[in-house]
């Protein structure tokens, strides 16, 4: 089993629709990364968070320590939302190593 | 404007041969890492760095090698070595090392033909 699991592996939506990525984690953390991966591959932060809830526009990102999962939302989604998104955490047994989930494939159409 | 540079972002090479892949940062960053993706998996560390000159295995060292020289420089070549060298590549850093956000390149995919 894997340390870090998200689920879906693949999402496809429509345009303006309430969209959830969930990601479980089996070990202790120090942090917790959001991040997404535009389709030529490049990677951007969205979130680190070790408690509660962040929001950034239309995203929001939750975590619980004590379920050990986290979700990342994206309220009124968009054709341009279509992304890869990956969960990481900070894993407090490997050193605050960054451990990686394989990632959501979102698709958002118009 | 701040961010990671990877070079060239599409690479081609023949079995046998050794190439470098380039990462150059100007965000003032101490820690920088190589980190590899596969179709499925999550992305796997290869090799990292905390200071100039000083460099550690990751978890799929084996096949690559890499140098610290400046602290904006942190080229990774894979060699012969490397059984299935065909990924894609993304070079990252970070303030300091196992802390705060995390900045990425655009990445390099290789391909051996």
């Known amino acids: 089993k894997n340390e870090v699991e998200q689920s879906p592996q693949n999402l496809t939506a429509q345009e303006g629709e309430f969209i959830t990525i969930n990601c479980s984690y089996s070990?202790?953390?120090?942090?917790l990364h959001w991040l997404q991966q535009h389709p030529g591959g490049g990677i951007v932060s969205l979130f680190m968070?070790?408690?509660g809830k962040k929001k950034h526009g239309r995203l929001i990102a939750t975590i619980n320590i004590q379920e050990k999962h986290s979700s990342l939302h994206i309220t009124a989604s968009h054709p341009r939302d279509s992304a890869v998104y990956i969960c990481?955490?900070?894993?407090?047994?490997?050193?605050?190593?960054?451990?990686f989930g394989a990632g959501t494939i979102l698709r958002v159409k118009s | 404007d701040g961010g990671i540079t990877q070079s060239p972002k599409y690479l081609f090479r023949k079995e046998g041969q050794n190439v470098t892949l380039s990462c150059e940062q100007n965000?003032?960053?101490?820690?920088m890492y190589w980190y590899r993706q596969d179709p499925g998996q999550g992305l796997r560390l290869i090799y990292y760095?905390?200071?100039?000159?000083?460099?550690q295995k990751g978890d799929i060292a084996e096949g690559y090698s890499v140098s610290r020289e400046k602290k904006e420089s942190f080229p990774l070549t894979v060699t012969s070595a490397q059984k299935n060298p065909t990924a894609f590549y993304l070079c990252?850093?970070?303030?300091?090392?196992?802390?705060?956000?995390?900045?990425f390149g655009e990445g390099s995919r290789l391909t051996v033909l």
């Open positions: 990481a955490v900070r894993s407090r047994g490997y050193g605050n190593k960054l451990v």
């Open positions: 965000l003032n960053h101490d820690a």
């Open positions: 990252a850093s970070s303030i300091e090392r196992n802390t705060g956000e995390l900045f």
């Open positions: 968070l070790s408690s």
């Open positions: 760095s905390q200071i100039v000159n000083d460099f």
């Open positions: 070990v202790g953390i120090s942090a």
